[in-house]
């Protein structure tokens, strides 16, 4: 039987002692009849016909046993130590059988023929042993069971010639013997030496294979991780390739890659750590491989993000990565603690969205990140009109590229107004760029190019200057709202730059606000705060903007350094909404709690700003009191409000 492809010795043995004892039974065979043959005309007929003949059939039977045909691999291990056993004993009967027929045959005949004799007897003994070489045993036990009896006859028997001739037999039979032994002992230690390199190549083969599996396995999950992803895609594509080769249309069979990110998911590990992060992400893992089973393949690819695989189009693997964009928000324990968290994702389709891998995945994460933006918690496949945003979005980096920041970007403000004295307490400084080639391009996209072109920080230090510049000419009772970035906070020396123009410019920075939204502080939490303390000590306040529509929780606004918090403008447009409304009235008693102002977003009707006054907060900012204006206008606005405003400050 075969171990992991090794033979055991019992049947490494058996199957050599298979190509070694046929060819012993023929010699057998044959000597013995030539032994008779030479004593036919003195030897009784019983002796010269008889017992050869049941001799050399028996000979035949054994060859004919040995000789035919087995499945090696299926030969069991006892099987053959029982096979071998058998051989022995039957071994030992056959010598004697041979051995006595031939001491009565050397009754007759002449000196000649009884020297043909001894030799048989001699051949007969050193054909068995050297071919019973791998089973010593049954060598051993016949050569000396045979020569030992033939030295007594010899001794008995006499004369002195046949006894030498008896005690040299047996002292060459001894020294084979001894030989014997070495060369078994060889064969064993070869076979062991085989064996354990089989088992070394082996072991290397399931290390090999294991290494490549961990290679392409996440180990957190266990599921398939972004190397083995992006192999499965290879392969689906050129399958699909092939399909066209064979087919002859323009197109193979269409399959689609999907992915997802969690929302909400960067909140949940700084609140309970990491080690409880990684064991959500685990539950989550699990849980969108069975949502997956049959339907698709699944893989982490790095992060809160992950992978799928769809053998369907668009509309089909839309629908499933949806169904497992809703099995992320199933609330998990963690601890003692119910954590939910969601999920948003984009779908691309081969041919339709990409012909390569890298466009495939890319139009993906396209799709991923306007339902991030537009649609959170569902899933969008990439179509047509995303195509045209791509373009859209080269053009304006192209644009970029080429633009002259002095003269092409520049800064309007929106007034924050005070509920008390309807009069501006704050301006916001909001970035526009109007390009020659690409036309109006709105403010998050002009910074997410910038960052993309890696001319983030010569863009937000050029805003800062613009903006630094309009707070002193402006009155000085109003302060100055600037925007900053995730990339800016994750860049310490754009907090350098904008520290060290505070200092040349002599600019109060008591009258500065620096906003950030919810999103900005995911990527980095600990280096966003700490580049924010930097600004708060220079005296500068820190405001939350766009509050309510990320993921911040209590533990994280207690180790924000905040100010301000700017509550969303959606907030002001379900106002109607009793609901809303409590929401509203818990957020302003929180931010009284904690010290913290509060201003709400978008106000574009009066009822809107009555209701705000009624729940009790003090700042407003919309388009209702104040569109965003160049620095010339908002001059004049807040100069017929100028006395007003002084007594009341965010």
Same mark, same amino acid.
């Not at 055991?8 to 039974?25: K, T």
């Given at each position: ?6 033979l ?18 023929g ?12 004593h ?19 000979c ?18 006892e099987?053959?130590?029982?096979m071998m ?22 009754q ?14 001699a ?14 045993? *049954? ?5 000396v ?6 030295t ?11 006894? *030498? ?15 014997i032994?070495d ?5 064993v ?13 082996? @072991? ?8 490549? $599996? ?8 266990q599921?398939?991780n ?6 499965? &895609?290879?392969?689906?594509? *050129? ?58 393949t ?6 809160d ?6 053998p ?22 963690l ?16 041919? &339709?969205?990409?012909q ?14 306007? *339902?991030?933006?537009?649609? $959170? ?14 373009r ?11 633009a002259?920041?002095?003269t ?5 403000f929106?007034p ?17 760029w ?6 109006p391009?709105a ?18 230090l ?16 109003l ?48 280096a ?23 993921f ?29 409304? @409590?929401?509203?009235?818990?957020i302003?008693?929180?931010a ?33 009191l ?12 807040v ?5 007003l ?6």
């Open positions: 039987m075969q171990r992991d492809g090794q055991e010795l019992p049947v490494a043995q058996y199957l050599r002692l298979r190509r070694h004892i046929p060819p012993l039974y010699v057998l065979a044959v000597n013995a009849g030539a032994l008779a043959f030479t036919r005309h003195t030897a009784p007929l019983y002796l010269t016909l008889v017992i050869p003949c049941l001799l050399v059939i028996a035949l039977q054994r060859i004919h046993v040995w000789a035919r045909p087995i499945d090696a691999e299926a030969i069991a291990t099987e053959a130590r029982r056993r058998r051989t022995t004993w039957l071994g030992v009967a056959m010598a004697l059988g041979f051995l006595a027929w031939a001491l009565v045959l050397d007759y005949g002449t000196a000649e023929q009884k020297g043909h004799v001894v030799v048989f007897i051949a007969t003994v050193l054909a068995c042993i050297f071919c019973l070489t791998h089973l010593p045993r *049954a060598a051993a036990a016949i050569g069971i045979v020569i030992g009896a033939f007594i006859y010899s001794v008995v028997v006499g004369p002195e010639e046949r006894i *030498a001739m008896a005690l040299s037999i047996g002292l060459v039979t001894a020294l084979i013997l001894f030989v032994r060369s078994f002992a060889s064969f230690h070869l076979e062991e030496s085989r064996s354990a390199l089989i088992e070394g190549q082996r @072991r290397a083969e399931r290390l090999e294979a294991e290494s490549a $599996r961990l290679a392409r396995t996440d180990a957190l999950t599921l398939p972004r190397r083995r992803f992006f192999e499965d &895609v290879e392969q689906r594509l *050129a399958q699909a390739r092939s399909e066209t080769g064979r087919a002859g249309t323009g197109t193979g069979a269409a399959f689609s890659i999907g992915l997802m990110d969690l929302d909400g998911f960067k909140p949940v590990n700084d609140t309970h750590g990491h080690a409880q992060g990684d064991r959500l992400l685990q539950i989550i893992g699990q849980r969108l491989a069975l949502a997956c089973a049959g339907k698709g699944v893989a982490r690819l790095g992060g993000e992950f992978g799928v695989i769809v369907s189009g668009l509309a089909k693997a839309q629908a499933l990565v949806q169904d497992l964009c809703v099995a992320t928000q199933e609330a998990v324990k601890g003692d603690t119910l954590v939910s968290v969601g999920a948003s994702g984009g779908v691309a389709a081969y041919p &339709v969205s990409g390569n891998a890298n466009d495939l995945f890319d139009r993906a994460d396209f799709a991923l990140y306007h *339902a991030k933006r537009h649609a $959170r918690g569902n899933c969008l496949k990439f179509s047509e009109e995303f195509e045209k945003l791509i859209a979005d080269h053009m304006i980096e192209a644009a970029l590229q080429s002259d920041l002095s092409e970007v520049s800064l309007v929106q924050i107004f005070s509920l008390d004295t309807m009069a501006p307490v704050a301006v916001e400084a909001l970035a526009r109007t390009s020659p080639i690409a036309g391009v403010p998050e996209t002009l910074m997410s190019c910038a960052e993309k072109l890696g001319i983030l920080r010569p863009l937000t050029h805003l800062f200057d613009l903006a630094t510049a309009a707070a002193q000419a402006l009155p000085s009772h302060r100055m709202s600037f925007n900053l970035s995730a990339g800016d906070l994750a860049n310490a020396q754009t907090v350098d730059g904008i520290l060290e123009r505070i200092a040349i410019a002599g600019l109060d920075a008591h009258r500065l606000v620096f906003e950030v939204t919810e999103t900005s502080l995911i990527a980095n939490f600990a966003a705060v700490r580049e924010l303390q930097r600004l708060r000590a220079c005296g500068a306040r820190i405001a939350l903007d766009d509050f309510g529509t990320g911040s929780t209590f533990n994280s606004l207690q180790r924000l350094p905040l100010d301000i918090l700017k509550l969303d403008r959606s907030f002001a447009d379900r106002m109607q909404d009793d609901s809303c409304r @409590r929401v509203l009235a818990g302003c008693s929180l009284a709690s904690m010290s913290l102002d509060c201003v709400i977003e978008g106000i574009e009707n009066e009822t809107q700003m009555d209701v705000t006054r009624l729940l009790g907060f003090r700042f407003v900012q919309g388009f209702y104040g569109v965003p204006l160049p620095l010339p206008e908002m001059l004049q606005v100069a017929t409000t100028s006395a405003s002084q007594s009341d400050q965010i």
